[in-house]
């Protein structure tokens, strides 16, 4: 768990404060817990310090009546999580949230929501920026949310490596961010039902064969050279043996699709815990048209494209 860093008195601003947070697709196949890719869905918060003890919360768009509007909301205990790090606590604050990630269907809402609370958190104190880093921030999200992949592609943009390391007997979520080949398009298959990530997590083996370790870990550095310049790798770059597989139990529809879909040479995967999955091409119209058709009416197709920036914050 990331410690708490400052303790002098903070100070915060008086005027409102808005992030922008992108989706993101973690595991990519065979990066469990370790590879993601930031993309151009964003959720946008816009926070203001109140003098009252009072939260002010309002919610539109993706999953709006199922976000809490009190101190249970996801936004609102990062914010608090940020501001203990920082070293205060501000009375109450005034929330508005903009929501466009899909909940549960594996495209990141809960990082999301994690990294903007941070952010916003940042913003609202006075030199926040240099009392929190990118990396205390990917910190302090996968203090929250239990994995670094996610967090660290939404607070960073484009596609991120992620682990998690020993520090003064502290672990430590951290990243680094990496390129990705303009040539790779990104199609989105989104079902109707959702799928909550602890489920589809508590399915997965304690323990795997040593085989299919060593064939992930091949497939997850070819990965990572596949996604900065050579995407005619991406079909063999993405297999997995690791978890997809294992999840069929609680999804089914969608790994049968993943199936089909690489028998016919298309890099698909699922899009972290699921239920969506993904498709990297670098083909035409025509093509990612053939995909959705073959999806049939059971998925949503969305083109989405890399975010190439992280977390963007300004006042407004």
């Known amino acids: 768990m990331a410690r708490a860093k400052h303790r002098q008195r903070i100070t915060f601003k008086a005027t409102p404060q808005q992030v922008k947070v992108s989706g993101s697709i973690a595991n990519l196949g065979p ?49 608090f999580h940020g501001f203990d790090f920082l070293g205060g606590k501000p009375d109450g604050i005034a929330l508005r949230q903009l929501n466009e990630i899909p909940h549960g269907r594996g495209l990141g ?27 205390d921030l990917i910190a302090l999200a996968t203090d929250m949310e239990g994995h670094p992949d996610n967090v660290a592609a939404a607070t960073l943009g484009g596609a991120t490596i992620a682990w998690v390391e020993d520090r003064m007997g502290v672990a430590t979520g951290c990243a680094v961010r990496s390129e990705v080949d303009s040539r790779i398009r990104i199609l989105a298959l989104i079902p109707e039902g959702s799928l909550s990530t602890t489920k589809s997590r508590k399915i997965l083996p304690e323990a795997i064969p040593h085989a299919d370790a060593t064939f992930n870990l091949s497939r997850t550095a070819l990965l990572v050279h596949a996604l900065q310049s050579r995407p005619d790798l991406l079909l063999p770059a993405t297999e997995d043996r ?66 190439r920036n992280g977390v963007e914050s300004s006042a407004i």
């Open 31 to 79: 990066g469990f817990d370790s590879l993601a890719l930031a993309v151009e869905l964003r959720d946008i918060y816009v926070a203001q310090i109140l003098d009252e003890e009072a939260f002010d919360i309002d919610v539109t768009g993706e999953g709006a009546e199922e976000v809490a509007r009190d101190k249970k909301n996801l936004v609102i205990k990062a914010m």
């Open 109 to 135: 809402s809960s990082a999301a929501a994690i990294v903007g609370g941070l952010a916003l958190a940042r913003s609202l104190v006075l030199n926040g920026n240099q009392m929190m880093s990118d990396d």
């Open 242 to 307: 690791l978890h997809q597989g294992y999840r069929r139990e609680v999804m089914a529809k969608t790994v049968d699709l993943v199936t089909k879909l690489r028998s016919a040479g298309v890099a698909a995967v699922v899009s972290g815990a699921g239920p969506s999955l993904v498709i990297f091409d670098t083909g035409d119209q025509t093509e990612r048209e053939e995909i959705i058709r073959a999806a049939g009416p059971n998925f949503i197709a969305r083109e989405l494209e890399v975010a």
